[in-house]
């Protein structure tokens, strides 16, 4: 299926603002959105029923809503399941392969982690501990690893490239991270967090009960504002396509030159969700805002350290932000934070981010659930 965005044209439209900034409102650029690869389902993409079982998951917009509501409804049973048991053993004799070529703190040690609490084993490979040193490619090191194990979690510097494994292979692949692409299980996990923050932080209690009748409600009319590199974070890629399906308003706030990729805007946009883009975070955005989604400006993206340097400190949220921001709004980062949030904030209770980072585990414990159980 093809969808193609309204041909208007970009126009940027300066407006003098009180703190001397300016604020850039955009139509949607003119953008055909192709297809994702990912969609073009080999035999392990998403299947037709609303089951998960055996479906990689490679890329957001291949989950119905439907699933959506599951994976977040058996996070919350995650949820109470850790903090009343620790774990169980529903994944018994079961194998994770975690193959990282990137580093990472909490998707890999959450991924791990999950599989642990559900009484399977993992497997963990990176690039100097695999034949990727010696040259093999990516599909030869999964489908090597699949004959081993059950799943294949895969971080890889290249957009693309678990879409590629994924074709490659017969088990379920899970994309934790490819290149400037997706990273659709922190999507899940944001979303998770905003519906459980929005719903007043009861944890499982409110996400073990989502349908998608509850999560659009919880969604309808809120504000997500997405600030810092939107070019290059591939969590607010995924993010974003994800809340456009709601009635959610997106505001994308970014340096010029590190604005949401036209493909990501005509996504989010097509399914009725508005959007707007601005260079300034001003005060009435701030004002207007209930989930406030920073992100780090992504270093190892960028040609040169000079260009970084340009926009290294765009952004940074201190007390002074959260002062002009509602007692209900929320602050949110998938971390790891480098300078973008003033640590400051952690003890002010709008500071959602190391909340949304241990609802990781749950929605990964779900994940791993749903594909393998
Ligand atoms: N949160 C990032 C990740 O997806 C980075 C980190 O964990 O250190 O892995
Ligand atoms: N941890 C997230 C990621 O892996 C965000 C980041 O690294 O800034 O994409």
Do not use: W
Request: proline share 5%; net charge neutral; glycine share 6%.
């Amino acid at each position: 299926m093809q969808f193609v965005a309204s041909p208007l044209r970009q126009q940027f439209v300066a407006t003098p603002l009180r703190r001397g900034g300016y604020e850039v409102a955009t139509t949607p650029p003119k953008c055909e959105v192709k297809p994702e690869v990912t969609n073009v389902a080999p035999k392990n993409q998403k299947i037709s029923d609303d089951s998960l079982r055996g479906s990689s998951l490679v890329a957001i917009s291949a989950l119905t809503t439907a699933q959506i509501a599951t994976i977040l409804k058996t996070g919350g049973a995650m949820q109470e399941l850790v903090t009343t048991q620790g774990a169980d053993e529903s994944l018994k004799g079961k194998i994770l392969a975690s193959v990282f070529y990137e580093p990472s703190t909490r998707t890999n040690c959450s991924f791990q982690a999950a599989m642990m609490r559900l009484g399977g084993n993992v497997i963990a490979v990176n690039e100097s501990s695999s034949s990727v040193a010696k040259g093999e490619t990516l599909s030869d090191t999964v489908r090597c690893l699949e004959t081993y194990c059950d799943v294949v979690v895969l971080r890889h510097p290249r957009s693309g490239a678990a879409a590629e494994a994924a074709a490659a292979m017969s088990k379920p692949l899970l994309n934790a991270g490819d290149g400037v692409g997706e990273h659709p299980s922190q999507a899940l996990l944001d979303l998770y967090t905003i519906v459980d923050e929005l719903t007043g932080g009861r944890g499982s209690v409110a996400v073990a009960a989502a349908s998608e009748e509850s999560l659009a409600a919880a969604l309808k009319g809120k504000v997500v504002t997405m600030v810092g590199d939107l070019k290059n974070g591939r969590t607010v890629h995924s993010l974003a396509k994800l809340l456009g399906r709601f009635d959610v308003t997106l505001l994308f706030v970014s340096p010029m030159s590190l604005r949401m990729p036209a493909e990501v805007v005509a996504i989010a946009a097509r399914d009725g969700s508005s959007h707007t883009e601005h260079e300034m975070l001003t005060e009435s955005i701030l004002k207007e805002t209930d989930i406030l989604y920073v992100t780090r400006v992504q270093k190892e993206r960028f040609e040169s350290v000079e260009e970084y340097d340009k926009v290294k400190d765009a952004f940074i949220i201190t007390p002074d932000t959260l002062a002009m921001m509602r007692p209900d709004a929320r602050v949110m980062h998938p971390l790891p934070r480098v300078g973008e949030i003033d640590p400051a904030c952690d003890s002010d209770p709008r500071a959602a981010y190391f909340r949304q980072m241990a609802n990781g585990m749950y929605v990964r414990m779900a994940l791993l659930r749903l594909v393998l159980g």
